[in-house]
């Protein structure tokens, strides 16, 4: 069984359509960080740090953890409101992504930064802000990746920590997805404070894995130590007070083998 889908892999690699293939996304889940919900998810940190370190919770503060444990409004598995994964197993448990890098990014302010790394540290409040003259155009950051099935990639576009901060500063329209350096997709977002997936099977067909050996068996058959995503803006809706183009989070997802 292994070897056939070792086989079908590399054939459908070798199948991969040559054109570079627009994408739409397939799902849109819109994002709202209230200020009520972000001190529930404190108040339980602390009461969760509190245990954690071996200290007598008191019974009111027992209860209390109790009930924000099955507040349907909190996920349980994120300490922040601003966990993008949480501590659940997700592509993150087997996907490992070595750095980000960025082609520009905007000086920081204060403590504030606004480097590449931001666009992937499954954080929604920091955000990756190109650091050019104009929108952007043509700017990109990309990610190295040792592993991980990627069958998924979902965007969340502009500066997503507050409605205000989304609309003032520029979002992408249009990105180019280059895999090792290949055009191989447009990605089409929408204007929208949301989270957006792009399912790739229609570019690669199947997935990259591992084979018997532990060997990385990139989406084109062959063997890699690694390999790359790299987005690059190339059309924005424009802010109503900052031209700087704003990706907050792009994560991924995929089979956890």
Not at 210 to 231: A, C, M, R, T
Request: glycine letters at 8%.
């Amino acid at each position: 069984m292994r070897i056939l889908f070792v086989l079908f892999s590399i054939f459908l690699s070798q199948s991969l359509p040559s054109q570079v293939l627009d994408l739409y996304p397939t799902e849109v889940n819109k994002l709202s960080f209230p200020e009520e919900i972000k001190k529930l998810y404190e108040e339980r940190y602390v009461l969760y740090m509190k245990q954690d370190n071996k200290q007598v919770l008191t019974e009111l503060e027992r209860k209390r953890l109790d009930d924000l444990i099955n507040n349907e409004k909190l996920v349980e598995q994120k300490m922040s409101w601003w966990d993008v994964s949480g501590m659940g197993c997700s592509w993150y448990c087997c996907g490992n992504i070595d750095t980000v890098i960025a082609s520009s990014n905007l000086k920081k302010s204060g403590k504030i930064t606004y480097i590449g790394a931001n666009a992937g540290d499954d954080n929604y409040e920091t955000a990756w802000v190109e650091g050019v003259d104009g929108y952007g155009i043509g700017e990109n950051v990309t990610f190295y990746i040792n592993s991980g099935q990627v069958d998924e990639i979902i965007v969340a576009n502009g500066y997503v920590k507050t409605p205000k901060a989304y609309k003032e500063n520029s979002r992408v329209k249009t990105l180019k997805l280059y895999y090792n350096d290949k055009h191989i997709a447009n990605l089409h977002l929408k204007d929208e404070l949301s989270d957006q997936h792009f399912k790739l099977w229609k570019v690669f067909g199947s997935h990259a894995y591992y084979n018997d050996e532990g060997h990385w068996i990139g989406y084109d058959g062959k063997l890699v130590p690694q390999w790359s995503f790299k987005f690059e803006i190339v059309d924005v809706y424009e802010g109503t007070k900052y031209d700087d183009t704003v990706i907050s989070e792009i994560h991924f997802s995929g089979p956890c083998h």
